[in-house]
């Protein structure tokens, strides 16, 4: 069993910053690639950085040059800086891990259950 536990969400005046944290825990041999999604009400949930088991990584449009992906395997956590905030960046945050488990010994895509971010005066 893996699980992902989320953490940083809150809210914030636009132009503020937040660090959104995921850590991983259970049965876990490796980390491959990791990522933070985002569904806002009555939209799709989309993806809004990734980050590759080597430290690529990838943006969406609306957040380029505003939010910072990146991992820390040592403690199975993936960061997630969000600066310059938007009102449009209100959403719930989720944190996406695919995961190769020490038993069974296999792949799997992981979800965490999501923190709130809110960008409001």
């Known amino acids: 069993q893996v699980r992902l536990v989320e953490s940083g969400g809150g809210l914030v005046q636009p132009g503020g910053s937040l660090r959104l944290s995921c850590t991983a825990s259970g049965s876990i041999a490796s980390f491959n690639a990791m990522g933070w999604y985002r569904q806002a009400p009555g939209k799709q949930r989309e993806l809004v950085a990734s980050i590759t088991a080597v430290g690529s990584t990838n943006y969406a449009d609306s957040v380029k040059g505003r939010f910072t992906i990146s991992r820390d395997n040592a403690k199975n956590t993936v960061y997630l800086q969000l600066n310059s905030l938007k009102p449009e960046d209100t959403a719930v945050y989720y944190c996406?891990?695919?995961?190769?488990?020490?038993?069974?010994?296999?792949?799997?895509?992981?979800w965490g259950q999501g923190t709130q971010v809110t960008v409001s005066s």
């Open positions: 996406n891990a695919n995961i190769r488990t020490t038993w069974p010994p296999a792949s799997t895509n992981y």
